[in-house]
């Protein structure tokens, strides 16, 4: 691992000729912030040799406005003032790199998010103004910064073999890189070994499993860990190592793996009833969805009536939205304080896919569906309903918060009653004598506190993990080289899943396929000269082994200096504010920068 | 993607007469809706020129439909020849641009 | 600006939307070399259209113009847009795909988006960007944000009276243009064609579009849009600024009679977006929404209707008979309520339908893959990849392949890019032995 940018550094001589580019954003920007007024106060900036303004900054106009102006040397430094960086920094740094120039003499402003969409009038002008000002005297001092490169082993780990890991695996391998795919129970395929048939087409669980079986078992590229978590986790982008834990008739077995990258796809889990919950637990003609479907595998089909629990189903209530689609204030919450708020997509689909082939296979069973929404949304599904409707299965719609009354019944001989007030015949109350009560339980995120612990990946309140963001990064955790796929992140049927786990297969290849991965350089960075070795800055670093001592001989005589493994530091600059000896700066946000920044706000 | 620039400014008068006579129904059209647009314009220009009005305003004053004059508004916002005034009821108010010292574009 | 007459690629991907895009960016990453053929003037699809997008309200712009933006200079990504696809065929190895570049008669390579012809050119049109709103002249850059910004002439409307040519400072109007035809060939295609919404015109019921004051969901789109036609949402018939704005629900989707009987999958949650973004401009003002069953589906949607419910948008479970129109511009919305309430009937200043999802393209006759009942390009492989289409090497992704949200619409585009990259690492490559 090289950082180039030791040498660079040291050149403080130069002066920067700043050209500032002020974004309208369609309106966004100019219609609370007076751009022109804020142009014509970077003009006067000493440091500003041109200041100009755009509709869209981001537009090709925009960014060649930019190009010009660096490719005819008018200026040398470039702020662009307009909305988050985290959207357009980088559609910035590489219209500054076209223009041959080192993309990182750009700095940032911030007008929109920080100013117009939350002040108005003369203050935000006034705002932007002074943020420009900022950016100006931060952009004169900044120098040309260098990525930080680090190898990457051409290796992935995908934690999770249910069929989006699967996927990811395959698809990652056809790339030609390795790959660890990490299961801990025995036996690949997660919950797709539990179903029977699958929504909407009909196509066999198992098959879809098998799509993938043999090709993870015999791939060259593929090691298939069952009974296998992860256990440790160490090092950065290209560079982890895993501490795989492996459960074995003799006991666990370590094994360690370098790895490049992380796939989580760790997928999810049916959601249990509480005690009671529509009389589940309870009566034992109370069953969940996922019970229903393994009875279902199981049944012959030669009768013309369902047959469950040694019962006879003459009619059977399906409850949708158990454990999903809670409201607070109406819903209680669980044990763990949550409420699963969500909608866990898949239920509506597979409720009427079973149902269907209840009323195909067995007409002597009749199916009361109780429902909320019927979200029959993907390709094929709305044709389910349909035909569920043609098989005279009987539609009833509840309110969220006039949920049905599951009920031992002592009419005829039905074990069970359940009351609704159905509100597609004016919300008359209405009770349905029944054989069994199915209930269409949701979906929660696997328990993986212990990994995502490990690995600080952030998950939601309701445990499910949480990508960078839904629309630009959707596949990605915003820990740098770990991705995810499937049922980890949200409830999704299998296509949506193995569609995610392509997505993140995609990623992974571009990211490893090179055999080297490139950092931002904004990293922190020791002047040797300076360093006493006092370690207060490796007593203050946040981050496991990103900051350390080490032992060098200077003119003869042994002494300690502070060393920056640049792949972990985080730049965040702890150690910036603790040394003694203003020995360590964090590169592009230097204490220089900061203090032109801080008398150009003073100044304003 | 043609050759045009090869060509002298005589030929290019005849090779333009030719596409004129080539695209002669487009041109028409094109050209009958540019006198309407000219005309209906100029009467919404007419009805702001005491001050500003809403678009029932204008449609009264002009005997142009409402859409039509709003499509007008609209297109004369765009194009810098008209800005929204005072709100007046449910009706935004709509002002010429003063004078127009400029032809040069202005988003909008 | 001649194009040579045979180009080769790794892949070509056919509709340059947030789809297209998407599957671009993530194939030139991995290193191959990929041709984006749009037929509009400008890459961005639907996406870039947009006000803010659901679920976390970002405006659309913003995070489209990013992908635009590195798209359109990644160095392994070359964009034809305004152009037309002839046919696409696999001959042996290779797809061919035979494209027209329509005239914009106006030189790519000199125009510099400066809007001089524009501002000069004396003829308004309807600005179809704009949902018809607002005008645009006779040539045009096509919107503020498009990708590329040149500008284009309708030659259907030109007066050819040469102002443009006049005032252009860079000689770029050519009224002389000529389509050119050229031919693309690659290892892989990805069909990212999305889609169009069903024409309001085809609903009797609805007014076929003729009723003042009935728009459809893109049209709202435009009128929320920061750089919208008027700025502000106002009721097109007058400029009124609207109290009461309703939504009806499946107009032209679940429906059979439009030959739609499927699910838009998108419209529940563009409708509770816009209610939201209503309520935010215009805080007095009434909404409702007419539905059947609301689908709010993904990550964070539930919680997202939930939000719109208490906040005080009115959800009405009902199905929309007739519309007709009302007295000084209103709209008389006839619904069968069914939560009990019979045939009812309320008056709104605005009306949004719905419109369903129709493919925006039909590869027949012009490619040899094939399509669904719903008309959407057939999957193979529905469970395990829903990107595979029965022609080989041909990946679809997006609305392409049925009504999609960005999100998912993000994640399949991934999974065509991997797909059509398994795909050329199964055959030798051919990279280095090109131009
Ligand atoms: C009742 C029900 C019915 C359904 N019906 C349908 C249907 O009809 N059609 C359809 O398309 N979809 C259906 N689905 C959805 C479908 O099951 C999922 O889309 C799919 O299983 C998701 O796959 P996955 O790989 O994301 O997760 P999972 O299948 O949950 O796989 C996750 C895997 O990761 C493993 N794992 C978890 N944590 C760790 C760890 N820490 N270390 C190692 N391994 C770990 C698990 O053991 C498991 O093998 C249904 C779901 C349910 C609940
Ligand atoms: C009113 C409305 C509001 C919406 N709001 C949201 C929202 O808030 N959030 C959200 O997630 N989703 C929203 N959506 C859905 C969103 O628009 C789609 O998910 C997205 O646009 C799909 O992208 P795409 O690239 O697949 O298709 P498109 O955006 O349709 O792009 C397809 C591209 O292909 C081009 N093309 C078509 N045929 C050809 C051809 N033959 N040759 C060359 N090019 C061709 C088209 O010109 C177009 O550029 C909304 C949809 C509507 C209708």
New interface residues.
């Given amino acids: 691992m090289t950082n180039p940018n030791d040498k660079e550094n040291k050149d403080d001589t130069h002066n920067g000729k700043v050209g500032v580019y002020i974004c309208?954003?369609?309106?966004?920007i100019s219609?609370h912030v007076d751009v022109d007024k804020v142009r014509d106060a970077a003009e006067d900036l000493s440091c500003v040799k041109v200041a100009r303004t755009n509709?869209?900054m981001?537009?090709?106009?925009g960014?060649?406005m930019i190009i010009e102006d660096l490719e005819n040397g008018e200026v040398d430094r470039v702020v662009v003032a307009s909305?988050a960086p985290s959207?357009?920094e980088?559609?910035f740094r590489?219209?500054v790199e076209?223009a041959g120039a080192n993309p990182f003499v750009y700095e940032h402003a911030n007008i929109r998010e920080q100013v117009s969409w939350v002040h108005h009038g003369d203050p935000a002008t006034d705002k932007a103004s002074t943020l420009v000002a900022a950016a100006a005297a931060k952009a004169e001092n900044l120098e040309p910064l260098h990525p930080v490169r680090v190898d990457a082993f051409r290796h992935a780990t995908v934690i999770g073999a249910g069929?989006a890991g699967m996927?990811t695996a395959v698809?990652i391998a056809?790339?030609?890189i390795d790959v660890a795919l990490v299961e801990k129970t025995t036996q690949p395929g997660g919950r797709l070994n539990t179903l029977h048939t699958?929504a909407p087409?009909g196509?066999k669980a198992g098959d879809?499993v098998d799509?993938?079986y043999e090709e993870i078992q015999n791939s060259e590229r593929i090691t298939v860990y069952p009974n296998t978590q992860v256990n440790d986790v160490k090092g950065y982008v290209g560079n982890f190592t895993l501490t795989l834990a492996t459960d074995g008739e003799n006991g666990r077995a370590d094994t360690t793996v370098d790895t490049g990258a992380i796939v989580m796809a760790t997928g999810s889990q049916s959601y249990t009833p509480f005690n009671g919950e529509y009389a589940y637990g309870e009566h034992p003609q109370v069953i969940t969805l996922p019970e229903l479907i393994q009875t279902l595998a199981e049944n012959s089909g030669d009768e013309n009536t369902l047959t469950v629990n040694g019962k006879k189903i003459r009619n059977m209530v399906m409850i949708h939205c158990v454990g999903?689609?809670r409201?607070p204030g109406i819903h209680e919450t669980k044990e763990d304080a949550n409420l699963n708020?969500?909608?866990s997509?898949t239920c509506c689909s597979a409720v009427l896919h079973a149902g269907n082939f209840i009323r195909e296979t067995f007409p002597g069973t009749s199916i009361f569906d109780m429902y909320r929404?019927?979200?029959?949304?993907?390709?094929?599904?709305?044709?389910l309903y349909?035909r569920a409707a043609e098989n005279r299965v009987v539609f009833m719609?509840f309110e969220a918060d006039a949920p049905p009354r599951v009920e031992s019944s002592d009419t005829g001989n039905f074990p069970l009653s359940v009351t609704v007030s159905d509100?597609?015949?004016?919300?008359e109350e209405m009770t349905v004598p029944a054989d069994l009560v199915v209930l269409a339980t949701g979906v929660e995120p696997t328990d993986i506190s212990g990994i995502a612990g490990m690995l600080k990946l952030p998950r939601g309140n309701d445990g499910?993990l949480n990508e960078v963001?839904?629309?630009?990064r959707?596949?990605e955790l915003p820990v740098t080289g770990v991705f995810l796929a499937g049922t980890c992140?949200?409830p999704m049927d299998?296509?949506?899943a193995?569609?995610?786990?392509?997505?993140?297969?995609?990623?992974v290849?571009?990211l490893l396929?090179k055999g080297y991965i490139e950092l931002d350089p904004f990293v922190a960075h020791v002047d040797e000269e300076k360093c006493t070795g006092t370690g207060a800055c490796v007593d203050a670093c946040l981050v496991d082994d990103a900051l350390e001592l080490v032992e060098t001989e200077v003119a003869g005589q042994t002494v300690k200096k502070a060393r920056v493994t640049a792949a972990l530091c985080q730049g965040c600059g702890a150690c910036v504010a603790v040394c003694p000896e203003n020995a360590i700066e964090v590169n592009g946000w230097t204490l220089k920068q900061y203090e032109a920044m801080v008398d150009a706000i003073a100044a304003a | 993607m043609s050759d045009t620039e090869h060509k002298t400014d005589g030929d290019k008068k005849q090779m333009l007469k030719q596409l004129r006579k080539q695209r002669k129904e487009s041109v028409a059209r094109a050209t009958a809706i540019m006198k309407k647009s000219k005309k209906e314009m100029k009467m919404v220009r007419g009805a702001l020129s005491d001050g500003p009005a809403t678009v029932p305003q204008i449609a009264e004053a002009t005997g142009l439909f409402s859409d039509q004059v709003l499509w007008y508004v609209a297109a004369m916002k765009k194009y810098g020849e008209i800005q929204e005034a005072e709100k007046d009821g449910a009706y935004f108010q709509y002002a010429l641009v003063g004078a127009r010292e400029t032809t040069e574009p202005q988003?909008g | 600006m001649a194009e040579p007459q045979v180009q080769h690629f790794d892949t070509i991907v056919i509709g340059g939307g947030i789809a297209g895009l998407q599957s671009a960016l993530?194939l030139a990453?991995?290193?191959y070399r990929v041709a984006v053929v749009e037929k509009d003037a400008s890459i961005g699809g639907k996406m870039i259209r947009l006000s803010k997008?659901f679920?976390?309200l970002?405006?659309a712009?913003?995070?489209t113009?990013?992908?635009m933006?590195?798209a359109?200079?990644h160095e392994n990504i070359t964009l034809f847009t305004y152009c037309n696809v002839d046919g696409i065929v696999r001959m042996g190895e290779e797809i061919h795909a035979r494209i027209t570049q329509n005239p914009r008669y106006v030189d790519p390579d000199k125009c510099?988006?400066c809007r001089k012809c524009e501002y000069a050119c004396p003829v308004y049109l309807p600005d179809m960007e704009q949902g018809g709103f607002s005008a645009k002249k006779a040539i045009s850059i096509p919107f503020?944000?498009?990708?590329?910004?040149v500008a284009v002439l309708d030659a259907e409307h030109c007066m050819l009276c040469g102002q443009c040519e006049t005032v252009c400072p860079t000689d770029a109007v050519d009224y002389f243009m000529e389509p050119e035809t050229f031919t693309l060939t690659a290892r892989t295609a990805v069909l990212s064609t999305g889609f169009e919404l069903s024409p309001v015109k085809d609903k009797a019921q609805y007014g076929n579009g003729e009723i003042p004051n009935v728009i459809d969901s893109l049209q709202m789109e435009r009128l929320l849009a920061?750089?919208g036609p008027y700025?502000r949402v106002l009721r097109p018939s007058d400029g009124m600024e609207p109290d009461s704005i309703a939504y009806v629900q499946c107009a032209g989707s679940?429906d059979k009679s439009m030959g739609v009987?499927?699910?838009s999958?998108v419209c529940c949650m563009y409708a509770i977006k816009q209610a939201m973004l209503l309520s935010g401009a215009l805080p007095l003002a009434d909404i409702t929404i007419y539905y059947m069953?609301?689908?709010?589906?993904?990550?964070?949607?539930?919680?997202f209707y939930?939000n719109a419910k208490a906040m005080g948008i009115e959800f009405v479970?009902a199905k929309v008979a007739r519309i007709n129109e009302g007295d000084g511009g209103s709209v008389t919305v006839r619904y069968e309520n069914?939560?009990?309430g019979g045939i009812q009937t309320m008056d709104h200043d605005l009306v949004v339908l719905s419109m369903g999802i129709l493919p925006g393209w039909r590869p027949e006759p012009y490619c040899p893959v094939s399509t669904?009942s719903?008309r959407?390009i057939t999957?193979i492989?529905?469970?395990?990849?829903?990107?595979l289409t029965d022609m080989e090497g041909v990946f679809a992704a997006g609305a392409a392949?049925?009504p999609k949200d960005?999100?998912?619409t993000?994640?399949?585009?991934?999974?065509?890019?991997?797909?059509a990259?398994?795909y050329m690492?199964?055959s030798e490559p051919i990279l280095e032995t090109q131009p």
């Fill in positions: 309208h954003c369609g309106g966004n219609d509709m869209f981001c537009s090709d106009p960014q060649n909305c959207l357009h980088t559609t590489s219209a076209r069929i996927k698809d056809r790339q030609g699958l087409d196509e879809v799509a993938f999903s689609r409201i708020e969500y909608c997509r929404d019927i979200r029959t949304y993907g390709r094929g599904q709305e044709e349909n719609r509100g597609l015949t004016f919300n499910f963001h839904p629309k630009l959707p596949v992140q949200a299998s296509s949506e193995c569609n995610t786990a392509g997505a993140a297969a995609a990623k290849s571009a396929g | 988003e | 993530d990453d991995q290193g997008v679920p976390t970002d405006c712009s913003c995070i113009t990013p992908k933006a590195s359109a200079h510099i988006g503020s944000n498009a990708i590329p910004q920061p750089h700025n679940r009987s499927y699910c999958r069953d609301i689908r709010a589906f993904g990550k964070g949607y539930e919680q939930q479970k069914q939560d009990g669904d719903d959407f999957s492989k529905p469970k395990i990849s829903p990107v392949a049925g960005i999100v998912d993000i994640s399949e585009s991934g999974s065509a890019a991997v797909e990259a398994k690492q199964a």
